[in-house]
């Protein structure tokens, strides 16, 4: 593990990426930090794993073909261990396999390799948004709806008084159905108000993330509905 490049003086954002291509890494860290922000690189799963666990980050980039640990793997364990920085998931091209698996494990987004900076930026800028604040959702603090009792300020949430672990984007997916209860939001302004981000054709990634929520339930699942080929509701239920 190396920290490369140079630092502004505002440093916006900590990243870390977790890739064995070192070119990459050295590109990046020289391209991000022209936005202020400021790239941790390790080469394998294990020394990622390590400096995730250790540090504090903004956002993990995480690529799925590592040594020692694949990325997977690796995202598995975070999660277990309760760490819930954002992570963005580096997949090769036509991988939709590992895309959902990822999704599922926890991922919060995913990007196709090879892919153009700008395109990378534009997913970081719209995890970091939305992450730290998304003001086009309701302010308010407590939304306690159909079982759910969710505070936006402290960033908890319970079901039927169990405490639910939740990703940052599994957390902000529900905030928006909690905060239109009874209402369908359909998959675009959904996709734009958690994701950060425009739906793309054949994007599942809203399907893994309520699927998610659904099973992290303690009962009644069917609390989140589908809405056939629109979108999703929270049943309108105190």
């Given at each position: 593990?190396h ?26 860290t ?7 922000m ?48 954002n ?40 995890l ?80 893994v ?8 339930l ?21």
């Amino acid at each position: 593990m190396h920290l490369q490049g140079f630092k502004k003086d505002t440093v916006v954002a900590d990243i870390l990426l977790i890739d064995d291509d070192v070119d990459l890494g050295s590109m990046l860290t020289e391209f991000l930090a022209k936005d202020g922000m400021q790239l941790t690189t390790a080469q394998d799963g294990e020394s990622g794993l390590k400096i995730a666990t250790e540090g504090k980050f903004d956002l993990i980039l995480l690529d799925i073909m590592l040594p020692k640990i694949d990325g997977l793997q690796l995202l598995k364990k975070l999660r277990e261990r309760q760490i819930q920085t954002n992570v963005l998931m580096l997949t090769a091209r036509g991988d939709d396999v590992d895309r959902v698996v990822g999704l599922e494990l926890g991922a919060d987004d995913y990007l196709a390799k090879p892919f153009y900076p700008r395109e990378l930026l534009a997913r970081i800028k719209a995890l970091l948004r939305r992450s730290r604040s998304n003001q086009t959702l309701p302010v308010d603090e407590k939304l306690v709806f159909s079982g759910f009792s969710m505070d936006t300020v402290a960033a908890e949430v319970s079901c039927d008084e169990k405490p639910l672990e939740l990703t940052p984007t599994e957390f902000d997916i529900l905030r928006c159905l909690l905060a239109h209860h009874g209402q369908l939001v359909t998959k675009e302004s959904l996709s734009n108000l958690a994701l950060g981000r425009a739906l793309g054709p054949f994007d599942r990634s809203l399907d893994v993330h309520i699927s998610n929520i659904r099973k992290k339930l303690p009962n009644r699942p069917e609390r989140i509905q589908t809405v056939r080929g629109r979108g999703y509701r929270v049943e309108d239920r105190a």
